[in-house]
């Protein structure tokens, strides 16, 4: 298994590139298509390893057989603890040493092809701009945004029920009509402002990216999580339709025994 040894990124933003791919991949893997992968990740075979790559997609199987591999190797054996410990936490794990994965394998094509000081330093910032897999998974990072964004929220039962109705429409954001405020031009600017900032730090519950004002977004409705509705195959015409939405996450979670 070469993980997709054979593209070979040569500069800063051709290894971010590659990066990303993987990297969206791996929360494919550990999101939206998490219920293939519990399957996938089966105790009775041999160590597997969970790889992203370059092109957005993910596969479980088993390591290189070259000694030293061709790239870095994801963490091994990862299917044997699937069965003894809560499946968030057995998540969570995998997602940890698919972080640490990624970045051997960002710095490994930057030692390759001799990526100077300068270069490093702007490859790390580029990959430290996104969210971790782990916070994606773990939803750390909504959550940090969510404290943040409750300090400046309105008090009151009424602010409590719009802000439900909101969640359980389909939300695109950046294209709801604006209020008609007569005298108050400038209050309103700044409202539309503190909104838009407030959105702008939402990341996505599938891909770990951040809200854009030309794209469709959907809430969760069991996890508050929001999601493009690319990314989890909604489409504003089908959100429509839909009273109470679950992500893929929520509706494949099974009853704990």
Known sequence: MDGGAHNNPRTVEEVFRDFKGRRNGLIKALTTDVEEFFQRCDPEKENLCLYGFPSDQWEVNLPAEEVPPELPEPALGINFARDGMQEKDWLALVAVHSDAWLLSVAFYFG?????????????????????????????????????????????????????????????????????????????????????????????????????????????????????????????PARAEHIKHYKCPSCSNKRPRP
Request: hydrophobic letters at 30%; glycine letters at 8%; proline letters at 3%.
């Open 111 to 235: 030692a390759r092809f001799g990526f100077d000081k300068a270069d490093r330093k702007r490859l790390f910032n580029m990959i430290n701009d996104l969210p971790t897999i782990f916070e994606v998974v773990t939803g750390a990072a909504k959550k940090q945004l969510k404290d943040k964004s409750s300090v400046t929220n309105h008090s009151g039962s009424k602010s409590k029920s719009n802000s439900k109705m909101v969640k359980k429409l389909p939300f695109l954001l950046g294209k709801l009509p604006k209020p008609q405020v007569k005298d108050d031009d400038e209050g309103l600017d700044e409202e539309e402002d503190e909104e838009e900032d407030e959105h702008g730090d939402t990341l996505c519950g599938a891909c770990g990216e951040n809200y854009a004002s030309d794209e469709f977004w959907i809430c969760c409705d069991i996890c508050e999580r929001w999601f493009h509705g690319k990314c989890v195959k909604i489409t």
